[in-house]
């Protein structure tokens, strides 16, 4: 098994409840807030505005990610297609929660109808496919554009008119049709257009998240201190979250891939590889060439010692699953001294060795489970490696904004900005959009550890 280059994953948590004095009504308190946002806070990673555009980027990248893996598993018939379901659903209960957090409980209800029928349509579309039914497939792309409009017509009414219907729908098909497209090249055994469908469709969350956020907080300044979503400190954090999120999820499902022999294991092997291609970019963008060089080998490096542990436990070598053990206890160090030295001290080794023993930790535990089928521990896991890279990337970034404050002190626009919630013209790839951005440093290690609340999966 060759898995190429890759990266880390670094597990915690998040808070995923949007900051309000209680729930609010979307009636009676319009009124842009856009000319309070200006330059005041710019240089603030975290307050409650942008903690809400982190949160919402968490929920809806998640929710295109586990999607993904689910209508695989379905097509698949895997035997962890129902906790993978259940981990989906999950997401939806948490999303619904944070808009009736917003909205009030009727809001979040009405929310979590429309929402959970997209799924549905989705698993329709899954079954029919299974079935060569090309008149079920029909019919449930029919009820997604029909979802759409619905969808849209929610979040009007709900933002006030903030966010347009028309745009609505186009960016919801944006959704759709990635989802469907990185399903469809899977059943055809088209892993590269897959996993390329995979990366996109994660990486359109965080357009759509932006965009909601900023509607929320632009309907009730209020509650977040007159505070704005749309400032390069902000955009940074977003960008360090997107790309260490995407390690997280790629690393564990390379790791299930491997295990399984699957067929796409290379493909999937090759976006973890295309996302550390990434990531020491943005350490090259910062540090220069060599400092980008220098993190990519150590970076990549880990990734190996979780393939030895895989094919270790394929051939029921606990002497081999210890060494990698070994190594990758040697590479917490080598990675810690790199990072902290790169902040100039910001970051200290001491915590992010801890940080990086908790990700290592989860990922075995979350491949272990996997092994061993005990799916009901797999997927929480999953969904707690994901959340933590959030905190990850808060930590990095206010890092960053601290050593480099004249790169984030510019001040942004009032208006909507774009986000990627109209149509395809605004979707741009990952790589772009790191190279377009200031995503300095390092992207490992972790400073605090929030404890995200498991929850029963249905």
């Not at 993978?84 to 929310?111: C, P």
């Not at 300044?221 to 979503?229: C, E, G, L, R």
């Amino acid at each position: 098994m060759n898995m190429k280059k890759s990266l880390v994953a670094i597990p915690l948590s998040l808070s995923l409840l949007i900051p309000t004095a209680g729930a609010v009504s979307a009636h009676g308190h319009g009124g842009s807030h856009s000319g309070n946002h200006a330059a005041a806070g710019s240089l603030e990673v975290s307050n409650k505005a942008v903690d809400l555009r982190a949160a919402l980027d968490a929920l809806l990248s998640e929710h295109a990610y586990l999607a993904v893996v689910t209508m695989q598993k379905g097509i698949d018939g895997s035997g962890d297609f129902d906790a993978a379901a259940g981990a989906l659903n999950q997401n939806t209960e948490d999303l619904s929660k944070a808009v009736a957090s917003v909205y009030g409980e009727e809001g979040g209800a009405a929310f979590k109808e429309i929402w959970s029928s997209h799924i549905g349509y989705f698993v329709d579309y899954v079954k029919a496919t299974g079935a060569k039914d090309e008149e079920g497939k029909k019919k449930a792309m029919a009820e997604l554009d029909k979802y759409r409009v619905e969808q849209a017509a929610f979040l009007d009414k709900a933002t006030e008119s903030r966010l347009k219907a028309k745009e609505l729908e186009e960016g919801l098909k944006v959704h759709v049709n990635q989802l469907v497209w990185a399903f469809d090249n899977y059943v055809a055994g088209d892993f590269e257009k897959t996993y390329d469908s995979v990366r996109e469709s994660v990486h359109h969350m965080y357009g759509v998240g932006k965009g909601l956020s900023w509607a929320i907080t632009d309907q009730f300044p209020q509650n977040f201190d007159n505070k704005s979503v749309d400032t390069p400190a902000a955009d940074l954090r977003a960008d360090l979250n997107h790309l260490l999120s995407e390690h997280a999820a790629l690393a564990i499902l390379a790791m299930q891939k491997g295990a399984d022999g699957a067929k796409d294991f290379d493909a999937a092997a090759g976006a973890l590889s295309e996302n550390t291609d990434d990531l020491s970019a943005a350490i090259a963008s910062v540090y220069g060439e060599e400092g980008g060089a220098a993190f990519k080998e150590i970076w990549s490096s880990h990734i190996g010692y979780f393939v030895d542990y895989v094919k270790a436990a394929g051939a029921n070598d606990e002497e081999g699953k210890k060494k990698a053990i070994a190594e990758l206890d040697e590479y917490r160090v080598e990675q810690a001294k790199f990072l902290e030295t790169a902040t100039e001290g910001r970051l200290k080794a001491a915590d992010l060795e801890a940080g990086l023993k908790m990700h290592v930790d989860e990922l075995l535990k979350a491949f272990d489970s996997y092994v061993a089928k005990d799916y009901a521990t797999t997927y929480p896991t999953v969904r707690e490696a994901y959340a933590h890279m959030f905190e990850v990337g808060k930590g990095l970034s206010t890092a960053i904004v601290d050593q480099h404050p004249d790169k984030f002190a510019g001040q942004m626009p009032g208006d909507m900005p774009k986000t990627g919630m109209g149509g395809m013209s605004e979707q741009n790839s990952s790589k772009e959009i790191v190279m377009g951005s200031i995503i300095a440093l390092a992207l490992a290690g972790l400073l605090s550890a929030l404890i995200i609340r498991r929850k029963s999966m249905n």
